[in-house]
């Protein structure tokens, strides 16, 4: 083979290190077999190999680019965090592994309080500036193995992975302390921000409906709590 093929033929194969080492393969390969090829037949093989290294670029191009349509799909756009369809793909993957290992799981609901009247009183630019605020301080102050989601307008859901129930209900009642202490400013205003919470552990549950459901019902309790009290905001 010419030096001036052999280069192309290296130029070609670049690309891809499949395809690089596919053309050292057939070289060899040739090359053992005792098979001489004139310029246009080393011509030949270098575009064959390089239309199967563009061919593989493209579709390694077009999985990464379903791989981001995917995550858009599970992702809220105004915060950032996961949205409903998120949490319950998150939710039932870790349910399996934890009825596999019998691990201990929580998870727990959070609804803002007051969250139309922020809207009605002042727009719904402080009432997105509110939701941010939750969004950050529940990734701020979760692990990294935890989960966290907006599942509706003013409705947030996290998973405490490896959580015994009591130590769950301890951290969401933490959060909710942080979110009830939070103040967002908008112009000269400070809204004050003041949220409900609800828990359900689960081990070796497999429903994640069944899970959401009891956490929702436990975050609109303490939300039905809250509304006795006298000083409390209204929702």
């Known amino acids: 083979m010419s030096n001036q093929a052999h280069t192309g033929l290296n130029n070609k194969t670049e690309i891809n290190p499949y395809v690089s080492k596919l053309a050292s393969k057939l070289v060899k390969t040739a090359a053992s077999a005792e098979i001489r090829f004139d310029s246009t037949g080393w011509q030949l093989i270098t575009e064959v190999l390089s239309y199967a290294a563009s061919a593989e670029q493209r579709m390694a191009e077009q999985q990464e680019r379903i791989s981001q349509l995917e995550q858009l799909s599970v992702t809220d756009e105004l915060t950032g965090i996961r949205n409903r369809r998120g949490l319950k793909m998150s939710l039932g993957r870790l349910m399996a592994t934890s009825a596999r290992y019998n691990e201990e799981a929580v998870l727990g609901f959070i609804d803002l309080d007051g969250f139309k009247s922020i809207n009605d009183t002042y727009g719904h630019t402080a009432g997105d500036k509110a939701l941010r605020q ?3 301080i529940l990734k701020t102050y979760t692990r990294t193995s935890d989960i966290v ?10 998973i405490l992975t490896r959580c015994a129930p009591e130590q769950g209900e301890e951290r969401m009642r933490n959060l909710q302390r942080i979110i009830n202490e939070a103040v967002v400013t908008h112009g000269k205003q400070a809204i004050a921000l003041r949220c409900s919470m609800g828990t359900q552990p689960f081990s070796g549950i497999t429903d994640p409906e069944t899970v959401i459901g009891a956490a929702d019902d436990a975050m609109y309790q303490d939300k039905a709590n809250r509304r006795a009290q006298p000083t409390h905001q209204p929702s």
């Open 149 to 158: 989601a907006r599942i509706s307008g003013d409705e947030f859901a996290v």
């Open 134 to 136: 939750v969004a950050k």
